[in-house]
Antibody, heavy 116, light 111 residues
């Protein structure tokens, strides 16, 4: 049973960088694609991007210039960085584990608010 | 943002059957990519409900069923129960995005 836990600031100022970390337990980092998904308040889900244990990444084209996902296999963690944030980036951010296109495991989610 | 289309809400009385549609295009569902469904209870993270169009993970009641045809998919809930009141999201892969695409989400209300 894979467990995922997001951590990071809940408040980020406009134009600054959003940084979140997901700690993985109960599973091997080589087994899944590690993926970030977000959900603005009252809205649907949006795939941000993913990383495989080889280090290969794939990003949503709508965010590609602003998003970076990295993996630290020694710490069993993967991270999200989103630069130049605006109020439109306010959302609950989920870290997830994806296998063959299926999101098998979700973190509990963390609300990040962009506000001065 | 490219999204699959779902009705904003559906409702039914306890015991009734409700269905939720998920409409895509030739670059996602219509291209042959599988559809998965997730249930999101109030205040919680989504949870896998149906995978590979019509398969239920262990522990999901057989009241939930999924199907796919052409550029669309459907989720059916038979014998609706109060605990089924939640948001439901479909998900597939989009070849134009080279990534995952979600539905707009449907709120199920048990009358």
């Amino acid at each position: 049973q894979v467990r995922l836990q997001e951590s990071g600031p809940g408040l980020v100022k406009p134009s600054e960088t959003l940084s979140l970390t997901c700690t993985v337990s109960g599973g091997s980092v080589s087994d899944y694609y590690w993926t970030w998904i977000r959900q603005p308040p009252g809205k649907g889900l949006e795939w941000l991007g993913d990383i495989f244990y080889s280090g290969s990444t794939n990003y949503n084209p709508s965010l590609k210039s602003r998003v970076t996902i990295s993996l630290d296999t020694s710490q069993n963690q993967f991270s999200l960085m989103l630069t130049s944030v605006t109020a439109a980036d306010t959302a609950v951010y989920y870290c997830t584990a994806v296998l063959r296109g299926v999101i098998d495991y979700w973190g509990q989610g963390t609300l990040v608010t962009v506000s001065s | 943002q490219s999204m699959l289309r779902q009705p904003p809400s559906v409702s039914g009385a306890p015991g009734q059957r409700v269905t939720i549609s998920c409409t895509g295009s030739s670059s996602d569902i219509g291209a042959g990519y599988d559809v998965n469904w997730y249930q999101q209870l109030p205040g919680a993270a989504p949870k896998l409900l149906i995978y590979g169009n019509s398969n239920r993970p262990s522990g999901v009641p057989d009241r939930f069923s999924g199907s796919k045809s052409g550029t669309s998919a459907s989720l059916a809930i038979t014998g609706l129960q109060a605990e089924d009141e939640a948001d439901y999201h479909c998900q597939s892969y989009d070849s134009r995005l080279s990534g995952y695409v979600f539905g707009t989400g449907t709120k199920v209300t048990v009358l």
